[in-house]
């Protein structure tokens, strides 16, 4: 009769613990992941101090190519899955590092809880998270240069919030760029009204998606301290366009031809004769 192995909870430990040398050696595994993710830039941050906000951690984030949900599950958690087998070299070109698929484990030599946050976790659309993203990047530049002692989400405070929906009601097009902005349409113009909303929006919803997930302490409610302010709002009116003669011919029609059918089902009778409708089309 064949025989099976069966696997110890201890050879976590032996895979993950004991095979890293040192704390640094941990740092670097979790480093190279960043590095056969096509990332340029990978910053480490290390908190050893007790009273730092939170306790004592470590903050590893690059701007390499992200995970889905569904790599995360079926692959990252997959213990000795290696996709560097299937494919040795990355987007850029670079030689993947390590074969084994245990060096993610090596965070469990620098503490008992991880952490992950990645682009393609979002659940709005490609677009939307696009321009999230690249606008982040641009208020990143922006703390850089005026508050280069923020160094993460986790050091905001109210007061902040409240300079930062004050910069962005002002915002230019090409602001705090990477690069000269030759290729942004609107140079040097303020930004349409509703296009500084949406941005004051986006630095809301980032966030309240921080603190909810408890990625970082709540110190200030975003959806209070990061409201768009009444003055903006005022300048988002109606946005008039010409309608085609076709277009409007449509319209026309189909005011004239409205019937019960077509109106929305709301449980009830509409509070109007289809014939008062007709004429407010």
């Known amino acids: 009769m064949p025989k099976h192995f069966s696997v110890d909870a201890r050879a976590m430990l032996t895979w993950g613990r004991e095979s890293i040398k040192d704390h640094t050696t941990a740092v670097l595994e979790l480093v190279k992941n960043s590095y056969d993710a096509a990332a340029t830039i990978v910053e480490v941050q290390i908190w050893?101090?007790?009273?730092?906000?939170?306790?004592?951690?470590?903050?590893?984030?690059?701007?390499?190519?992200?995970?889905?949900?569904?790599?995360?599950?079926?692959?990252?958690?997959?213990?000795?899955?290696?996709?560097?087998?299937?494919?040795?070299?990355?987007?850029?070109g670079r030689r993947r590092t390590g074969e084994k698929g245990v060096g993610r484990?090596?965070?469990?030599?620098?503490?008992?809880?991880?952490?992950?946050?990645w682009y393609g976790r979002a659940t709005y659309s490609l677009k939307n998270r696009?321009?999230?993203?690249?606008?982040?990047?641009?208020?990143?530049?922006?703390?850089?240069?005026?508050?280069?002692?923020?160094t993460s989400p986790a050091d905001w405070t109210r007061?902040?919030?409240?300079?930062?929906?004050?910069?962005?009601?002002?915002?230019?097009?090409?602001?705090?760029?990477?690069?000269?902005?030759?290729?942004?349409?609107?140079r040097g113009q303020i930004l349409?009204?509703?296009?500084?909303?949406?941005?004051?929006?986006?630095?809301?919803?980032?966030?309240?998606?921080?603190?909810e997930g408890e990625l970082i302490p709540r110190r200030f409610d975003p959806m209070?301290?990061?409201?768009?302010?009444?003055?903006?709002?005022?300048l988002i009116g109606p946005n008039p366009r010409a309608i085609a003669d076709d277009v409007w011919a449509k319209l026309i029609w189909a005011g004239l031809n409205l019937t019960v059918d077509?109106?929305?089902?709301?449980?009830?009778?509409p509070p109007y004769p289809v014939s008062i409708n007709r004429l407010s089309d």
Request: hydrophobic letters at 40%.
């Open 48 to 92: 050893t101090n007790l009273f730092a906000e939170g306790g004592p951690h470590i903050r590893i984030v690059d701007d390499g190519v992200g995970m889905s949900a569904t790599d995360v599950e079926n692959n990252w958690l997959r213990l000795g899955y290696s996709a560097k087998r299937e494919d040795r070299f990355t987007a850029r």
């Open 105 to 117: 484990i090596s965070a469990d030599r620098l503490g008992c809880r991880l952490s992950l946050l």
């Open 130 to 150: 696009n321009k999230s993203y690249y606008f982040l990047l641009n208020v990143g530049r922006w703390l850089g240069k005026v508050h280069p002692e923020i």
């Open 159 to 186: 007061a902040l919030a409240a300079e930062a929906v004050s910069v962005v009601c002002q915002w230019h097009g090409g602001d705090w760029c990477s690069i000269d902005p030759a290729h942004v349409k609107s």
């Open 192 to 211: 349409a009204p509703n296009t500084r909303a949406g941005r004051i929006s986006i630095l809301r919803v980032f966030f309240r998606d921080l603190q």
């Open 224 to 234: 209070r301290s990061m409201v768009t302010p009444k003055s903006l709002l005022a």
């Open 262 to 269: 077509d109106l929305p089902e709301k449980g009830r009778s």
